[in-house]
């Protein structure tokens, strides 16, 4: 049997992982493709922002790849190929805090996955805002250095000398991997499908371990805290609450994201930040019969649940209301 190509998209938190999965799903069609989208947040919100075309999404979110779900991973391949359906090409989409080192050890080592998959290509996305601020954590460095393929997106965000720069600090940390500088991620299929370039042999160079033992532990201080509640919330309260959040805590938000029922609109809004930056948009509509449930996934250091979660339910356009009386 010929083994089914798999690619990896990693990338730190908000890079661009998923507006490049969406890209590919809507360019190449999704059909005979499986998707396996894996979130640290456990309320699942890429896996509802994935274009619907895929043939399989099967959404991993009780935690990383590399550590707590590896096993599911293994599992839902697995399960992939039992079915008997021929899929085209497997794409993994790790959360954003995930070490990508596991995640290949997996396709090494694990026997039903030889048989069956072959690795493709490891994608990294990269946030040409903030690498400097990302390139501190352990997992923003280990995607850069495992990959075959790097996208510098956002690049209408920074000037030309510092998209230099960043690719500079790329290049100390990965001297082999193609560099595409990218906008939303807008870059030829051809250079992330299907280009065979994922290479043991450079891997094994750079780290003799990675097939060792290689438990990876996230930093402590870094958390996870998700919020769901029912109600529709005020459009001008909520914009206040996100900015004045981002400005008070930006440095240590290292992600937030979220879907929201915004009173009177008839679609999803959703909204992403990361640090400081903040970007939403109306979403598909709502449909028939379901339920217009607000949740929100914040992702960094010491956060504090209730007082997050009394913000947001503060923006409940009933509570706004009596806060302006
Ligand atoms: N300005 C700008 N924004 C971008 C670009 N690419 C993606 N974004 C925005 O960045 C935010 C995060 O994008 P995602 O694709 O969700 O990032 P991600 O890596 O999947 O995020 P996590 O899975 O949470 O780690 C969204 O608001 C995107 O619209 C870009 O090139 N420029």
Redesign the pocket.
């Known amino acids: 049997m010929v083994p089914i190509p798999v690619t990896v998209l990693t990338?730190?938190?908000?890079?661009?992982?998923?507006?490049?999965?969406?890209r590919v799903l809507s360019e190449r069609g999704g059909a005979n493709t499986a998707v396996i989208v894996n979130?640290?947040g456990e309320l699942g919100?890429?896996g509802q922002?994935v274009t619907e075309t895929a043939e399989a999404v099967v959404e991993l979110n009780n935690g990383c790849l590399c550590c707590a779900v590896r096993g599911d991973l293994i599992e839902t391949l697995g399960a992939l190929v039992a079915d008997g359906r021929r899929f085209d090409r497997v794409i993994i989409?790790t959360?954003?805090l995930a070490d990508p080192a596991p995640v290949i050890q997996s396709f090494i080592l694990d026997d039903t996955l030889r048989a069956s998959f072959a690795l493709d290509a490891i994608v990294t996305?990269v946030?040409a805002?903030h690498l400097s601020l990302q390139i501190e954590h352990d997992e923003a460095r280990e995607q850069i250095a495992f990959a075959d393929v790097i996208l510098l997106?956002?690049?209408?965000?920074e000037p030309p000398d510092s998209l230099d720069a960043a690719e500079r600090r790329i290049r100390l940390l990965n001297p082999l991997s193609r560099i595409h500088r990218?906008?939303?991620?807008a870059v030829p299929l051809a250079s992330v499908l299907d280009i065979r370039a994922f290479d043991l042999k450079n891997l094994l160079r750079l780290d003799p371990d990675l097939l060792g033992d290689h438990e990876h532990e996230h930093a402590e201080d870094i958390g996870c805290v998700a919020i769901q509640f029912d109600g529709a919330i005020s459009a001008d309260a909520v914009n206040r609450w996100l900015n004045r959040l981002m400005q008070d805590r930006g440095r240590d938000l290292l992600?937030l994201?979220g879907i929201l029922h915004i009173e009177g609109e008839s679609r999803r809004f959703v909204?992403?930040g990361?640090h400081m930056?903040l970007?939403g948009r109306p979403g598909r509509p709502w449909l028939a019969g379901e339920e217009r449930t607000n949740q929100v996934v914040l992702?960094g250091r010491d956060l504090d649940a209730e007082v997050l979660r009394a913000g947001f339910t503060s923006c409940l356009a009933e509570a706004a209301l009596h806060a302006a009386e």
């Open positions: 990338g730190f938190l908000g890079a661009g992982k998923t507006t490049l999965l969406n979130e640290y919100i890429d922002l989409e959360s954003g996305v946030d805002r997106n956002k690049t209408d965000l990218t906008r939303d991620c992600r994201k909204f992403h990361v930056t970007d992702i």
